[in-house]
C-alpha cells in the first residue's frame, strides 16, 4: 500500500543548481498537486495536474516546472535553485475533483 | 486578499473542551470543502469533508454556510491527542482543479 511517494526525503542544493522531485502513485488518480510548505504560511498550490499529459499553474509557479508524461508520476524541476525555494514540498493526488487528498510525506529541501 | 483565510491561533484548550475554528473563503464559485489534520512535520491527511447539510463523525462536527462563505469545525471533549494543526480546503472556481489551503489553524489541548 505504497499511495503517494516522494524522492527524494531530504536534499540540500547549492544556489544556481538543478534538480527534480519525483512523486509516483499508485491509485490510479487523475489529479495530482505539488504543494510547498513555509512557517505561517500554510500549503501554497505551485503547480497541478488534472490528467495525464495535462499541467497548470497554481499559486506560486515562478521558478518551478512541472511534467506529466505518465498518469502515475508528477515531476517538479527546479531549473536555477534560490534559497527563497528552500521549502517542505508536499505531492497529492485525487481521484477526481472533490475526493480526498492523499498526500506524500514530503521533501525537505534547502538551498544554501 | 488570501482566497482560503484561517486565524492561525494557536487555540490552547484543556481537555475535555468543547473549540470551533471558522474558516473563509474567498471565491463563491467553490465547490468542495474539506479539513484536513496536519501533525508535526507530517502530511496533511483528510479529517472531514464538509457538506452542505452539515456534517458529524464522532466528536467533529463540520458545517458550511455558503451564503457567508466560511466552514466551520467543532471538537467536543478535545483529547490530547487531538493537538495539531487543522487545514481548511477549497476546491477553485469553475472547476479547474485546484485545492487551497487555508494557512492551518494550531490546536494545543493541556491535561
Known amino acids: 500500500n505504497a499511495g503517494v511517494t516522494q524522492t527524494p526525503k531530504f536534499r540540500v542544493l547549492k544556489t544556481g543548481q538543478s534538480m527534480t522531485l519525483l512523486c509516483a502513485q499508485d491509485?490510479?488518480?487523475?489529479?495530482m498537486y505539488w504543494y510547498r510548505q513555509d512557517p505561517g504560511m500554510g500549503l501554497r498550490l505551485i503547480h497541478y495536474s488534472v490528467g495525464e499529459g495535462t499541467t497548470a499553474k497554481g499559486e506560486v509557479p515562478d521558478g518551478y516546472n512541472v511534467s506529466r508524461l505518465k498518469k502515475q508520476n508528477f515531476l517538479l524541476g527546479l531549473e536555477s535553485a534560490a534559497p527563497s525555494q528552500t521549502s517542505v514540498y508536499f505531492c497529492?493526488?485525487?481521484?477526481?475533483?472533490?475526493?480526498?487528498?492523499?498526500f506524500g510525506q514530503g521533501t525537505r529541501l534547502t538551498v544554501v | 486578499r488570501k482566497e482560503v483565510e484561517q486565524d492561525p491561533g494557536p487555540f490552547n484548550v484543556p481537555e475535555g473542551a468543547t473549540v470551533a475554528f471558522n474558516c473563509t473563503y474567498s471565491n463563491s464559485a467553490s465547490q468542495s470543502f474539506f479539513w484536513y489534520r496536519q501533525d508535526c512535520r507530517k502530511e496533511p491527511k483528510l479529517l472531514m469533508s464538509?457538506?452542505?447539510s452539515g456534517n458529524e463523525d464522532g466528536r467533529f462536527t463540520a458545517q458550511l454556510n455558503r451564503a457567508s462563505q466560511y466552514i466551520s469545525l467543532l471538537i467536543r471533549d478535545s483529547k490530547l491527542s487531538d493537538s495539531a494543526t487543522y487545514l481548511c480546503v477549497v476546491t477553485g472556481s469553475g472547476n479547474t482543479g485546484k485545492l487551497i489551503f487555508g494557512q492551518g489553524t494550531t490546536l494545543q489541548v493541556k491535561p
Open positions: 497529492a493526488s485525487s481521484r477526481t475533483l472533490g475526493r480526498e487528498a492523499f
Open positions: 464538509v457538506y452542505s
Open positions: 491509485m490510479n488518480h487523475e489529479y
